[in-house]
């Protein structure tokens, strides 16, 4: 196969340079400028959703999904940091992982992921 990965997610902000900043500081995703974000080796789901899902809110086209390795510890970062953070025991599955979600400064949601044992959803 010829695709190895994603080589990127590219989005319009309002503020480009602010918002690179938020995801720099509070999730360490993302460089200066064009420096690549290198991330560690594991699962991506890529996964087109229905038009009709509810799974995020309706008016915004796309949900990123992070991947995380001690949700735990990045949810007490971003209750520290002023995020508001939101869990539902209905999102985790033993099978999957835990998931958490947050919304960037320009109301993108975000879903954080913790995958389950080792790493890959069955």
């Not at 699962?43 to 087109?48: A, E, K, N, V």
């Not at 009709?52 to 809110?57: E, F, G, V």
């Not at 390795?69 to 209905?90: H, K, M, S, Y």
């Amino acid at each position: 196969m010829a695709v190895t990965g994603i080589g990127g997610f590219f989005f319009r902000a309002h503020d480009p340079e602010a918002l690179r900043g938020w995801y720099r500081t509070h999730l360490g995703v993302g460089g200066e400028a064009y420096d690549p974000w290198r991330q560690a080796a594991g699962p991506t789901m890529f996964l087109p959703f229905g038009s009709s899902t509810d799974y995020w809110p309706a008016d915004k086209p796309w949900l990123l999904n992070l991947r995380v390795d001690n949700l735990d510890a990045v949810l007490a970062r971003l209750n520290a940091a002023g995020i508001a953070v939101e869990t539902d025991p209905a999102w985790d599955s033993p099978d999957a992982g835990r998931f958490a979600r947050i919304h960037d400064p320009e109301s993108n949601p975000i879903e954080l992921w913790e995958p389950a044992g080792d790493g890959q959803p069955t």
